[in-house]
C-alpha cells in the first residue's frame, strides 16, 4: 500500500475522544466524517444522560482561542544536541531535557509519550504581577481567520488576538497560555498517573477551575498546602504564609488506587501470606534484581556476581566470577562470565541475573552484602529456573492462622500529610550551594519538596515530566531520590531559552556568559544544575551505577518555504528547494519523523547499510531519507528483508524531496509486489 503524507507541517495532537466515538459510534458520523449529536443523542437512553443545556464551568476571553491552540499543528522540527548526547554518561541515557516553547514541546511528545508518563510536577507562572508572566503569542492570525477557525464574532475574535498581540497579564491571558497545556499533558499521563501543579493565592481558584475541566472534578485529590517560611508581609494586615500544590489523577477508575490513596491517607492496612521455615515465620518480598534499564550490568558493572546454588543441600553463595571491562560492552553471557568448574562439580548450579530488555541483568544488592545476608535470601525453584528472593521474618505473635494459611496483617504509614513545610529559602541555598553562585535564579523550587512529591508515587521506575523546567529541580530531584532507594525513574524536562536580563538580574546573566562561556538563557541554568547535581551523586556515591545523564533536544523552526500543497512532484512540479538542507537537517527531520512515529527520543535508529546506501532503522520503521536511492539499493534492502532475522520493516518512509518520481513508483511497486519469505505486509509511505 502507497501512502503519501505531508506530515511534517502537520504535527498535532491526535484526537483519541474523537477516535473512540467513531470506534462506538460509527453510525452518528456522516459520509464526510461529521459527527451528527442529534444522532448520537437519540442513541442513548434520556435517563442514563441529562442533556440539559445550563451547567456550571469555567469561561473567559480566549477560551476558543485555547483550545485552537491545544489542536494547531507544531511549527518546529527537532534537533539534538549531539555534541552533549555523545559523552559517555548521555549516551544510553533515558532523561530528558528540551530546549524550547513546551506547547511545541508537548505537541511533539504527543505520540511516542502517548500515555508513557505516571507523574507530572509544574510550577507555572503565578501571575502575582511581579513574576515577569505576560503571554506572548508567535501564532499569526488575521481576525477574519480567526473567526472562521474558532466560530467566533468579529469583535470577539478582534479582543481576543488584542490580548494575545499587547502582551498582557489578565487571567484570561493566563488561562488562555495553561489550557493548551495542560490538555496535552493530561493525554502523556498513564491512566494510572498523577499531576501536580504548585501555585498561590492569585490563580488557583482559576487552576482549580481549570483542572475540573480538563481532569474532571471528580478527579481532583487534594489541595496540599505548602508552609513558605520566612515569608514577607504581602499586604499591610495579612502575612501569606502560604503556597499551594494541587493535585490530580487522570483517571476515575483509579480513585480507589494505591497511588491515590497514599495521598488522602496517612495509613494503609496490609494483609500478606506467611510462611515458615522450624519455628521461625517470614514473609517473601521482591526479588533482588530489577527490570528497569537502570537494572544491567552495563550501568553496575559490580552487580553482576553469580549465586551459586546447590539444590540437595539448599546451600548458595555469590562468586564474583565475570570481566568487568567486558560487562560494560558485551550482552552475551559467555563472553562476560567464566562458571565456577569448581562448585558445579561439586552439584552446585549457577543462577544469574534475568537479561533487562536484551541486555544483561545486575543484582539490587552487591556481593559482600549478599554474603553477608545470607539468612535474608530465599531461592525457590519457579518454571524458568530460579527465583533469588528478600524475605523478612516476623514475630510468631503477629502471625494468624486462617483456612490452612499464615497471615499477617500490619498498617503501613506512609509521608502524606495535608501541609507540608518547604521553604522557598532554602531552594535558593541548595541552587547557590550546587552553582556555587548566589541569586542565579529567582525563586527556585526547594529540592525536597520535589522529592517529597516523588515518593508519594508507590512505584521507583516511572516517567517524571516537567515542562515548565526552571532551574531544574525536578531533574534534580529525580537523580538525588534514585541514587537513595535505586530506582530508575527517568525524567523528562523542557525549559524556553529565555534570555536573561542583565539589568533585572546580573548575577544570573554574568554567571552563564562569564562562568559557563554561553548565551545567557535560562536554559544553560537548567542544564548546567543537572550537569552538577549529577556530579555530586557521583562524588557522594562511589558505587552507584544508576543514570545519571541526560539527552538534549531543541524545538527549531520549520523551514520557512518549506510548502506542501502538491499532490505530486515531477522536474516541471518543484515545490522546495531541497539542495539548501545539509545533513543537520535532514537529521532534525529523522528526529521529527521518528518521534511522529512513536519512538523515544531517548532511542536511537540503527544505522542499516543497504550497499552503500544509509538507511535508519527502528521500531520495525525503515527511514529512507538520503539522496540516491538506485536499483541496486533497492535490491539490497529487498534481500535484507528475506535474509536478516532482526530486520522486520512494517513501514517504509521516504523522503520525497529526495526520491525522482520514477524512482518512487519503482521502490513503492517493487515493495508491495515482493512476496518477502516473511510475509511482512510493508506500508511504503512517502512524506514532504
Not at 493535585?247 to 515458615?276: G, H, M, Q, W
Amino acid at each position: 500500500m502507497n501512502k503519501e503524507q505531508r506530515i511534517t507541517n502537520n504535527i498535532k495532537v491526535p484526537n483519541k475522544d474523537l477516535e473512540a466515538l467513531k470506534i462506538h459510534f460509527p453510525h452518528c458520523f456522516d459520509k464526510d466524517g461529521n459527527f451528527q449529536f442529534e444522532k448520537f443523542k437519540n442513541s442513548l437512553s434520556e435517563k442514563e444522560i441529562n442533556f440539559s443545556t445550563e451547567s456550571y464551568g469555567l469561561d473567559w476571553l480566549g477560551k476558543s482561542y485555547a483550545r485552537l491552540l491545544a489542536s494547531d499543528p507544531a511549527t518546529t522540527l527537532l534537533k539534538a544536541d549531539d555534541t552533549h548526547n555523545a559523552k559517555p554518561e548521555n549516551t544510553n541515557s533515558e532523561n530528558l531535557l528540551i530546549k524550547g516553547d513546551n506547547l511545541e514541546v508537548l505537541k511533539h511528545l504527543t505520540n511516542a509519550y502517548y500515555e508513557q508518563v505516571k507523574m507530572i510536577y509544574i510550577d507555572p507562572p503565578y501571575n502575582t504581577g511581579g513574576d515577569g508572566f505576560i503571554y506572548d503569542d508567535n501564532r499569526k492570525f488575521t481576525a477574519k481567520e480567526l473567526q472562521q477557525l474558532i466560530g467566533v464574532d468579529a469583535e470577539k475574535a478582534k479582543r481576543i488576538l488584542d490580548f494575545t498581540k499587547q502582551k498582557s497579564n489578565s487571567h484570561s491571558a493566563w488561562l488562555t497560555f495553561l489550557y493548551p497545556r495542560l490538555y496535552i499533558a493530561k493525554q502523556l499521563l498513564k491512566d494510572d498517573g498523577i499531576i501536580f501543579v504548585s501555585i498561590d493565592d492569585n490563580e488557583v481558584a482559576q487552576l482549580r477551575l481549570l483542572l475540573d475541566e480538563i481532569f474532571g472534578e471528580e478527579n481532583f485529590i487534594a489541595q496540599i498546602i505548602q508552609n513558605k517560611l520566612n515569608s514577607k508581609n504581602d499586604t499591610d494586615n495579612i502575612q501569606k504564609n502560604h503556597e499551594y500544590v494541587v493535585c490530580y489523577r487522570k483517571n476515575p477508575i483509579f480513585k480507589e488506587s494505591s497511588d491515590a490513596k497514599a495521598l488522602l491517607e496517612n495509613k494503609k492496612v496490609i494483609t500478606t501470606e506467611v510462611f515458615k521455615e522450624g519455628e521461625r515465620y517470614y514473609i517473601i518480598n521482591d526479588s533482588i534484581t530489577t527490570r528497569g534499564d537502570g537494572g544491567t550490568l552495563n550501568s553496575r558493572k559490580n552487580l553482576g556476581y553469580t549465586v551459586y546454588f546447590n539444590p540437595n543441600t539448599s546451600d548458595f553463595i555469590g562468586v564474583q566470577d565475570y570481566d568487568l571491562d567486558l560487562a560494560l560492552t558485551s550482552n552475551e553471557e559467555n563472553e562476560v562470565y567464566k562458571d565456577d568448574s569448581s562448585l558445579i562439580a561439586e552439584g552446585y548450579i549457577k543462577i544469574r541475573p534475568p537479561k533487562v530488555r536484551g541486555k544483561l541483568g545486575a543484582w539490587t544488592w552487591d556481593l559482600k552484602n549478599f554474603n553477608n545476608s545470607k539468612d535474608q535470601i530465599l531461592i525457590k525453584k519457579t518454571r524458568n529456573g530460579y527465583s533469588v528472593k528478600k524475605r523478612t521474618f516476623i514475630p510468631s505473635k503477629d502471625v494468624i492462622l486462617k483456612e490452612g494459611r499464615y497471615y499477617f496483617t500490619y498498617i503501613e504509614t506512609t509521608n502524606s500529610r495535608s501541609i507540608i513545610e518547604f521553604s522557598t529559602n532554602e531552594g535558593a541555598s541548595q541552587l547557590s550551594s550546587l552553582l556555587e553562585a548566589e541569586g542565579v535564579f529567582n525563586n527556585p523550587k526547594n529540592v525536597d519538596l520535589l522529592q517529597y512529591l516523588i515518593s508519594l508515587v508507590p512505584q521507583n521506575d516511572f516517567i517524571c515530566l516537567d515542562f515548565f523546567g526552571g532551574s531544574g529541580t525536578t531533574g534534580d530531584a529525580v537523580l538525588q531520590i534514585n541514587a537513595k532507594d535505586d530506582g530508575t525513574r527517568k525524567f523528562i524536562l523542557a525549559q524556553l531559552p529565555e534570555l536573561i536580563d542583565p539589568k533585572k538580574n546580573k548575577a544570573a546573566y554574568d554567571f552563564v556568559k562569564d562562568e559557563l562561556k554561553a548565551e545567557p538563557t535560562i536554559f544553560e541554568i537548567t542544564k548546567e544544575r543537572l550537569i552538577r547535581a549529577a556530579a555530586k551523586i557521583r562524588k557522594e556515591n562511589n558505587d552507584y551505577n544508576g543514570d545519571l545523564g541526560f539527552k538534549i533536544f531543541e524545538t527549531t523552526p520549520i523551514w520557512e518555504d518549506y510548502d506542501f500543497e502538491a499532490t505530486e512532484l515531477d522536474n516541471q512540479t518543484k515545490l522546495f528547494d531541497e539542495s539548501k538542507l545539509n545533513e543537520d537537517d535532514i537529521k532534525a527531520l529523522l528526529t521529527t519523523w521518528k518521534t511522529y512515529d512513536g519512538i523515544a527520543l531517548t532511542q536511537n535508529l540503527a544505522h542499516m547499510d543497504l550497499s552503500g546506501y544509509t538507511a535508519y532503522y527502528g521500531n520495525n520503521k525503515l527511514y529512507l531519507m538520503n539522496k540516491s536511492f538506485s536499483t541496486d539499493h533497492l535490491k539490497a534492502l529487498l534481500e535484507k528483508i528475506d535474509s536478516d532475522k532482526k530486520f522486520n520493516p512494517t513501514s517504509i518512509i521516504c523522503f520525497g524531496y529526495h526520491f525522482e518520481s520514477k524512482n518512487l513508483r519503482e521502490l513503492s511497486e517493487n515493495v508491495k509486489s515482493y512476496a518477502n519469505k516473511k510475509n511482512i505486509d510493508i506500508d511504503f509511505i512517502t512524506r514532504y
